[in-house]
């Protein structure tokens, strides 16, 4: 097996080495095709997670430079030790700052929206790549926005 491309998957997707590497097996070591063979185990997972009780989280806070602009946004995991993850906590901020920069009514407007760092990403491939990386169901419970004068 090429150390390399184990290497790199690991890096690019965040799931186990020893993921990675049945992928890369399965795939014949193309790593677009054990690619997608993650993102479909990761589906298959995550459908069996989704009705775990999520206890735990976080509430995140974003203000802009501006400071007429702010979020408050509460996202929920299984375990305090997601919730206190550096990893966990920057995709806190990271939808912080989402919710401040495009409007959303609701929490599935808000999951249905493009990333504003990556298009080709919606914010909820962002809390699913969370979900299988930290092996927990992983939600955005509610949110609110504020913008000055409105």
């Not at 993921?19 to 997972?45: H, I, N, P, R, T």
């Not at 929206?113 to 992983?138: C, V």
Request: aromatic share 6%; glycine share 4%; net charge positive.
């Amino acid at each position: 097996m090429d150390i390399k491309k184990l290497k790199t998957l690991r890096e690019e997707t965040g799931v186990s080495l020893a993921l990675c590497k049945k992928a890369l097996e399965e795939s014949g070591e193309d790593l677009e095709k054990a690619k997608k063979l993650l993102q479909q185990w990761g589906a298959e997972v995550l459908a069996k997670k989704a009705t775990n009780i999520t206890q735990e989280g976080a509430i995140f806070s974003y203000v802009h430079h501006n400071k007429k602009i702010a979020s408050l946004v509460e996202i929920v995991c299984q375990t305090d030790f997601v919730a206190k993850n550096e990893e966990f906590q920057k995709l806190g901020q990271e939808i912080a700052m989402q919710v401040a920069s495009i409007k959303a009514n609701t929490v599935e407007e808000l999951l249905n929206q493009a990333y504003i760092r990556d298009p080709s990403k919606k914010i909820s491939d962002l809390l699913n790549e969370a979900a299988l990386k930290f092996g927990e169901n992983i939600k955005i419970t509610r949110f609110l926005r504020w913008q000055l004068g409105l």
